[in-house]
C-alpha cells in the first residue's frame, strides 16, 4: 500500500545549483535528498517541493512530500535518511500525512528572509550565509518601502527576464524589515513568488535604505512593470526559505522560523494579514 510522508529539510545552498535535480551531474539538494530517500525506503523515491530555490539560496523549512510503499518509523525518515545525507542538507521533522495533501499546491502561503549583514568589513563566517554589505542602512525608511509591496498587485518589474511564470501577479501577504543587531531581516509571506522577486526586492530597498534613491522609488518601479526600471537583482547568499503555510488538518510539521543564528523576533505584535 502506498503511502505519503511529508518532511522539512534544512540546507546550506552555497554548493548546490538550486533546488531541482539536473541534467550532466549538476549538484542540486533534490537529487541528493532522493537519493538518502531511495536508500531508506529501498526503492526509488521522487520527492515535491513547497517552493524551488535558486543557486545559493538557502532553507531552514523546506516542505517536501514523497510517496513510498516502504514501512518505516517517522524516526527512520529523519535520522536514517540523515546518514546518507552531505551534512549541508538535514531533515528535520518527517510526518505521515493524507493522500491529498501536496507541498506544492497544499500550501496558502511562502515565507522567506533575506539577512543583510552591515559591517565595515565582510564576514569570513557566514561568507555565503548571508549578503553583507557596508553602507548604512536606514531601517525605517526600508520598512516603511517594503509596505508599498503589499497586497496583489503586478510585480513584472520584479521578476527574472527568464521568469516562466504565466502571470507576474502575486500577493504579498506581509512585509516586515526587522533590525536585529548588526542583521537588518527581510521577511516577506505571500501565496507565491516569481523567480528573483525577493532578490529584485532586496534590492530596491538596499538601494532606498543607503540614500540613493527616495522612499517613493518603490512605488514608481512596482508602477512600471518593466524590469530594467529596478535596479540591481541581490546575492543570493542571504535568502531563507523558512517557511509553507498549509491547512491544520493536513498536521504539516511547524518549525521555529530560522535561519537558527538569528535572535528571536516576537511577532505577537504584529498585525498578519491572512
Not at 511547524?254 to 538569528?262: A, D, I, Q, S, T
Amino acid at each position: 500500500m502506498t503511502k505519503k510522508v511529508v518532511l522539512v529539510v534544512e540546507y546550506n545552498g552555497s554548493a548546490y545549483k538550486g533546488w531541482q535535480a539536473q541534467k550532466f551531474d549538476v549538484p542540486s539538494v533534490q537529487e541528493n535528498l532522493e537519493k538518502a530517500l531511495s536508500v531508506i525506503a529501498n526503492h526509488t523515491v521522487k520527492v515535491v517541493c513547497a517552493g524551488r530555490t535558486d543557486s545559493g539560496v538557502h532553507a531552514s523549512a523546506q516542505v517536501v512530500h514523497f510517496e513510498t510503499q516502504a514501512e518505516r518509523s517517522e524516526r527512520a525518515w529523519t535520522l536514517g535518511v540523515n546518514t546518507y545525507l552531505p551534512d549541508d542538507i538535514s531533515v528535520v521533522a518527517a510526518r505521515h500525512v493524507d493522500d491529498d495533501f501536496h507541498a506544492r499546491f497544499s500550501a496558502l502561503s511562502r515565507r522567506y528572509r533575506y539577512v543583510i549583514y552591515q559591517a565595515d568589513f565582510c564576514p569570513a563566517i557566514l561568507v555565503k550565509g548571508v549578503t553583507w554589505t557596508y553602507k548604512s542602512l536606514d531601517v525605517n525608511v526600508m520598512r516603511q518601502a517594503a509596505k508599498t509591496f503589499i497586497g496583489t498587485h503586478d510585480f513584472s518589474s520584479f521578476r527574472a527576464v527568464g521568469c516562466q511564470a504565466n502571470t507576474p501577479v502575486r500577493t504579498i501577504l506581509n512585509f516586515d524589515v526587522h533590525q536585529l543587531g548588526q542583521y537588518i531581516v527581510l521577511d516577506v509571506r505571500a501565496n507565491a513568488f516569481l523567480h528573483h522577486m525577493i532578490r529584485n526586492f532586496a534590492g530596491v530597498l538596499m538601494t532606498i535604505g543607503a540614500g540613493e534613491q527616495p522612499l517613493e522609488w518603490a512605488q514608481q518601479v512596482l508602477d512600471a512593470k518593466d524590469r530594467t526600471k529596478g535596479g540591481i537583482t541581490a546575492s543570493p547568499y542571504g535568502l531563507y526559505f523558512v517557511d509553507a503555510e498549509y491547512p491544520e488538518h493536513f498536521n504539516v510539521p511547524v518549525c521555529k522560523l530560522g535561519p537558527h543564528f538569528l535572535p528571536f523576533v516576537d511577532e505577537s505584535s504584529y498585525e498578519l494579514s491572512s
